[in-house]
């Protein structure tokens, strides 16, 4: 009679990043590579409700490693906790966290590996230290604000594109003698407005953790207008605001991991300079161009080590760990130290002193 394999599954919660498919492939195929079965839950937790999971195998995970997006489905609105059904036109909730025990015994999952944000963390998390679920966690954000963390996988992609975005912008900035702002991702944290701003060559740089004065920004336009150079590139986090003043809402979304959605800064932004200084202003709204597309190769690699990392976890016995990077070795984590406030960018650290010293202006 032969031995019972070991059975583990894998979803993505969330926003889409790239990079997740590069997990899914390492999570699969270490499982398979150390006599394990693994499926695949379909649309995040939304198919641990509804029982929608696969058996993969290799065939399932050829060819995906650089493809953006991820083959199981993601959204970003079903919490199992708070799970949102449709009745009579109006959104009704309900505990489902039963049925998500229920379907992963039915299947006989021994862990569930968790590729996702804080939001998915965050249920994760709870599954663990409320219902017992063995869960690992991997960190998927472009905005690389999750704590625990040095690194998460899909930052170094959507930061090579806010950058390119900032070479385009420019050529038609310098020819058309304009102020050109860039809006781009982040939420509450200005990682990748810093690394793309630095990257770009940006002549200001506005983040969430560091408010700014109009004057300031204007001061620094009027002072390259002054020495002979008649644009300015501005990138604005999302999440930017003035001294005093509140963070740009674009929509509030009932039910949502994330139900404040930012935007709507740069625009404003430009409005206000264009007021002042008289000079043309524009604003580029950069948006989910940098969730999508191919991972560069860092995000590839990382990914990859993410993945087999969350595997081996499962595989000797570690659960209600995140797998993180730290001194660029994989390390494991509590999850809910993983799922607790976000890490933003520290106003005095080395990168911030190193923008200031080559002449940016953060707006202070």
């Known amino acids: 009679m032969s031995e019972k394999k070991r059975r583990f599954a894998v979803l993505t919660g969330g926003g889409d990043c790239p ?26 937790f939304n198919g641990l409700v509804n029982e929608n999971l696969v058996p993969m195998n290799y065939s399932s995970v050829s060819g995906i490693l650089p493809r953006g997006g991820t083959i199981l489905g993601t959204t970003n609105r079903d919490n199992p906790f708070k799970f949102a059904v449709e009745e009579n036109g109006k ?27 804080d939001g998915s963390l965050h249920i994760g998390s709870q599954l663990a230290l409320e219902c017992g679920v063995k869960v690992v966690g991997v960190p998927k954000t472009i905005d690389n604000d999750l704590p625990c963390t040095e690194r998460t996988f899909g930052f170094d992609t959507a930061m090579a594109m806010a950058t390119e975005a900032v070479d385009r912008l420019h050529t038609t900035a310098e020819s058309h003698h304009r102020v050109m702002a860039l809006e781009v991702m982040g939420r509450y944290a200005g990682w990748i407005a810093l690394h793309s701003g630095i990257a770009g060559g940006a002549d200001v740089i506005l983040l969430p953790e560091i408010p700014y004065h109009i004057d300031s920004i204007i001061a620094k336009i009027n002072e390259r207008r002054n020495s002979g150079k008649n644009f300015s590139i501005i990138v604005v986090a999302e999440g930017a605001k003035p001294e005093g003043g509140e963070m740009s809402v674009a929509r509030i979304i009932e039910g949502s991991f994330e139900s404040v959605r930012l935007g709507g800064i740069g625009e404003k932004l430009v409005r206000e300079i264009e007021d002042k200084t008289g000079v043309e202003s524009r604003c580029t709204i950069l948006g989910y161009l940098q969730r999508g597309g191919s991972p560069t190769s860092f995000d590839r690699v990382l990914s990859t080590r993410y993945g087999v990392a ?25 999850i ?14 080395e990168i911030i002193r190193a923008a200031r010293q080559i002449g940016i202006c953060f707006g202070d």
């Open 19 to 44: 990079g997740l498919n590069a997990v899914i492939s390492a999570v699969v195929k270490t499982f398979l590579r150390n006599n394990c079965e693994v499926y695949g839950v379909y649309n995040g």
């Open 91 to 117: 959104l009704v909730y309900y505990d489902m966290r039963e049925k998500v025990v229920e379907n992963l015994k039915k299947y006989d999952i021994e862990a569930l590996v968790v590729i996702g944000g």
């Open 310 to 334: 969350a595997a081996e976890a499962c595989l000797r016995g570690e659960f209600n760990v995140m797998v993180s990077l730290f001194h660029d070795h994989i390390v494991t984590v509590y």
């Open 336 to 349: 809910q130290r993983a799922a607790s406030e976000p890490r933003l960018v520290p106003v005095d650290s």
